[in-house]
């Protein structure tokens, strides 16, 4: 038997569209495996009642398929689904470390990284992996073409996550086709300081680094009271903030001493437009441990 913990994730950072991804330090899904003849799957904790049991329809029935590791797997999940917290590559994440272990195939991390995109296929229709890349490895990563570079990095955040479902899914086909050269080079310069500011550790530059104009504002449209909330944080301190992964919850960068101001003012923000939310402070942080 292994037991594995994974962090929730936030991918995208506004300039990094299916790029960049942080692990968060909390909340996180705790998934156990044993050997078995064939898969099956148990799922308990926050919205369990939405995920499917069904191996073909749950992420990490994909992950043992790709494995070929059958194996009873019990999910205990921390992140809710559709949050935009990477609540499926939480599951895929934990899956892919336990069920190597478990059956000693003698991966690497990040030569689980695109077994474990496998689950994202299944519910997001494509393989991206910019939310199992930090839920496995930490820290902020930067994936392209099947390699990712991770970077450890202290930045402090705040998620915060309404009660509105956004499937990821949904939220891809709001995506544009194409953009405008000027905004693709607001965006370059955008990744490029939000790198710099993560290599440093400063959260001013990645703050500043999170402004993007041609994804984030079709995502902002599917959360009621997104510019509200953006504006509550921003005066509250906050360095930047975005649609966290395809939304509905929104990531704020700050410096550790406005967070718990930063958190709050987000809520009241939410609760102004009758929307009730729940704030995690967090900061970015490791990736899945064995427990
Ligand atoms: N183990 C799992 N954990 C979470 N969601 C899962 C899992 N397996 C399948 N799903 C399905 O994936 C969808 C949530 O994934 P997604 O839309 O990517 O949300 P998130 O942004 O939180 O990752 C839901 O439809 C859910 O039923
Ligand atoms: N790059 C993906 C990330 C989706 O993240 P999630 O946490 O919402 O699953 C996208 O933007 O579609």
Redesign the pocket.
Known sequence: MRTVRAPA?S??LGSG??VFGVALDRPADVVRVEKAEKTTIEVTGAGSQYIPEDPEKNVVGAVAEALDAPAHIRIDKGVRPS???????ASSAAAALALNGLYDRGYSRQELVPIAAEGEAVV?GEA?S??VAPALLGGFTVARHGAVTPVETDIPLVACLPEIAVS?RD??RVVPSRADMDDVVHTVGSAATLAVGMCRSDPELVGAGMDERIVTPARAELITGYDDVRDAALAAGATGVTV????PSLLAVCRGTDRARVASAMLDAFEDVGVDARAYQTKVGAGATFH
């Open positions: 994730t991918a995208n569209f299916d949050s935009g917290l990477g609540s499926s590559a997001s991206h910019d939310n990821t939220a891809r966290s992964g395809a939304g």
